[in-house]
């Protein structure tokens, strides 16, 4: 029980507002830039809102939180502070 209430607090370390806009941000990058690209292949008559679209959301949340957000302290390091 102890090691589900110290993976809950790290996991709770990681839920800021900063990550938020981080994945807000970057999830709206990746969709422009879908967008553009689709544009340039296929004209204005192309560019649409689908349900196709929540891959490219969700890799855009990934790429720019690898990239921004870099941890205080990994797991090990948590770890061995709160044992």
């Known amino acids: 029980m ?7 607090k790290f996991i ?3 839920l800021t ?3 938020l806009f981080i ?7 990746m969709l422009l830039l879908m967008f ?3 544009f340039f292949i296929g004209g204005f008559d192309d ?6 679209l929540i891959f ?12 921004f957000e870099k941890p205080i302290i990994t797991w090990e ?7």
């Open 2 to 8: 102890k090691k589900l209430i110290l993976l809950l």
């Open 12 to 14: 709770r370390t990681g």
């Open 17 to 19: 507002i900063r990550n």
């Open 23 to 29: 994945s807000i941000y970057g999830g709206i990058a």
């Open 36 to 38: 553009i690209i689709q």
């Open 47 to 52: 560019v649409e809102w689908n349900n196709d």
């Open 56 to 67: 490219p959301i969700i890799l855009g949340v990934l790429v720019s939180l690898s990239f």
């Open 77 to 83: 390091e948590y770890w061995k502070k709160n044992k």
